[in-house]
């Protein structure tokens, strides 16, 4: 579980990293099980570092990845932000090539969302690691500028907002260590420049609990519009752990179709 101060740093500024939240064991561990996930998904073809891997319901297909669902200090730091009955919308590997500009995430989930991330290499300001605008989730005047300057007509990236590179925007560079777990609400404004090619993250994808008529109408038009969110798969809808099952047992009830990986 999170201090008082954690939840009102993220509640304030959008962000935390865990430091050592996992032991460098646990992470050689994890690095190890996504590497060998993610090229059987790409049937067997070894990464070349020309473009960006993405593999989604990537923690479904691995007993090791997916007990970190049910792991407690990830159960734990989603109840916290999130409350009960939270909803697990996705989990993601990424092997990274290039740069990525300031975008946000999660306009189309109609609740609260975060994404719990981990960096399975050591990187920093220059090599690559997530940086953040702090407080950009919020609503009000601050964002509507950020939006106006990073986005032209509302979707087409600019790359030199307020007439400066993206690389040059006032900003927190999140450096992490393996072992780190790196926590954004999902409108936050991120980016990464100057990475090295194969940069790995993995990421886990929660919202709060869909209550309201409105909310669940909002949760359907998520789903209708991605083929990878809010797409339980058969592996947790059936699995022993309680914690896993309640974590898409809403998805199920609204009648999303579960699939197999």
Request: hydrophobic share 35%.
């Amino acid at each position: 579980m999170l201090t008082v101060e954690q939840i009102a740093h993220f509640q304030a500024f959008g962000f935390l990293v865990l430091r050592d939240l996992f032991s460098r064991t646990e992470a050689d561990k994890i690095r190890s099980e996504s590497d060998k996930v993610m090229t059987l998904v790409h049937g067997g073809t070894p990464f070349t570092g020309k473009s960006s891997r993405t593999v989604f319901q990537l923690f479904e297909r691995s007993s090791i990845l997916v007990g970190l669902l049910e792991d407690e200090r990830i159960y734990g730091l989603a109840e916290s932000l999130l409350g009960p009955d939270f909803i697990l919308m996705s989990t993601e590997g990424n092997r990274f090539v290039g740069e990525t500009p300031w975008h946000s995430d999660g306009s189309t989930i109609p609740v609260p969302s975060i994404k719990v991330a981990w960096y399975l290499d050591s990187i920093q300001k220059d090599t690559g690691c997530l940086r953040v605008i702090p407080g950009s989730h919020r609503l009000g005047r601050f964002r509507d500028c950020l939006l106006e300057a990073l986005h032209f007509e509302g979707s087409t990236v600019n790359h030199n907002p307020f007439g400066i590179p993206g690389s040059e925007l006032p900003c927190q560079a999140l450096e992490s260590s393996p072992g780190d777990v790196v926590v954004i609400s999902e409108p936050l404004y991120h980016a990464s420049f100057g990475g090295r090619p194969g940069r790995r993250m993995n990421a886990i994808n929660f919202s709060q609990a869909v209550i309201t008529e409105e909310q669940e109408d909002g949760l359907r038009k998520a789903y209708d519009g991605f083929t990878h969110l809010l797409h339980p798969s058969e592996t947790l809808v059936n699995s022993d752990n309680p914690r896993v099952r309640a974590m898409v047992s809403k998805l199920v009830d609204l009648g999303f179709e579960t699939i197999s990986v």
